[in-house]
């Protein structure tokens, strides 16, 4: 597995552009025989022993190491999809990472601070390998590399498989934001926290965190759709988790991301 950083000229931006109401909002790998001649002289010369008949060989059992098939590893380097995969990942939880929410929190907190990135990065991710249209569900873009799910080792079909499920999910989740906050201008209203925004809050400070209007978001099912939000937040939540028991993306990864 290399540990490096993805060059530049290979990976797009994984970050999502903010929609209306974020834009809004913010205003953020020995020959057989020897017959040679008798010694000349008064002797007689003293003949050679008859040669016996080569013996014949017994077979020997075969030496050659029986090798069984050699399983897929799952971050072979000769396999481009995953290279795409954890490259794309990595560059998003190294942005996230870097950024002021969990900066200061990887020294109080490397664990905390890491699952929080894993979470973002499926979020942000999960956003853009897919078009906007549906039509190829089974089918993601990373790298520019077109990726079949169905294609792809056992755990990583299912952790992927999900991501693409929650990028979809998310971005109609953005489009309801979008809609909601046009509706609240035309009538000049106030804007609402955006749903999709919310999300990315309680991923990056957990549940229980102080939204813009002084309230403790994240710790019921009511006030404006945190229901919605948080029943979101956990399908991430829950998928971080796998994805955190593949070898690329264990912890011990924090400091290369973070150098």
Do not use: H, W
């Not at 039509?135 to 590399?145: A, F, Q, V």
């Not at 201008?185 to 549940?207: C, D, H, T």
């Not at 937040?233 to 998928?239: E, G, H, N, P, R």
């Amino acid at each position: 597995m290399t540990q490096s950083r993805v060059p530049n000229y290979m990976i797009g931006s994984s970050q999502v552009s903010p929609g209306y109401a974020e834009a809004f909002q913010a205003n953020p790998v020995a020959a057989r025989s020897y017959n040679g001649a008798g010694p000349s002289g008064s002797r007689p010369r003293t003949p050679s022993p008859p040669t016996l008949p080569p013996l014949k060989e017994v077979p020997r059992p075969s030496e050659k190491p029986v090798i069984s098939p050699r399983a897929p590893a799952v971050d072979d380097e000769e396999n481009l999809d995953l290279v795409a995969i954890r490259e794309t990942m990595y560059s998003s939880m190294s942005d996230t990472l870097a950024s002021q929410v969990l900066r200061p929190v990887i020294d109080k907190d490397a664990k905390r601070a890491y699952y929080s990135a894993v979470c973002l990065a499926i979020l942000n991710v999960g956003m853009t390998v897919q078009p906007e249209s549906n039509d190829t569900p089974n089918l993601i873009s990373m790298m520019e590399r077109e990726i079949r799910l169905s294609d792809l080792p056992g755990p990583y079909k299912t952790c992927f498989t999900q991501l693409a499920a929650i990028g979809r999910e998310a971005r109609k989740l953005r489009e309801d934001d979008d809609e909601r906050a046009i509706a609240y201008v035309a009538r000049g209203k106030p804007l609402p926290e955006p749903r999709i925004g919310r999300v990315q809050k309680l991923l990056e400070r957990g549940v229980g965190y102080v939204g813009p209007d002084g309230r403790i978001r994240g710790t019921s099912n009511s006030s404006g759709g945190t229901g919605r939000s948080r029943e979101f937040t956990s399908k991430i939540t829950a998928l971080a988790l796998e994805i955190m028991k593949l070898s690329a993306f264990r912890e011990d990864m924090l400091p290369m991301l973070v150098a």
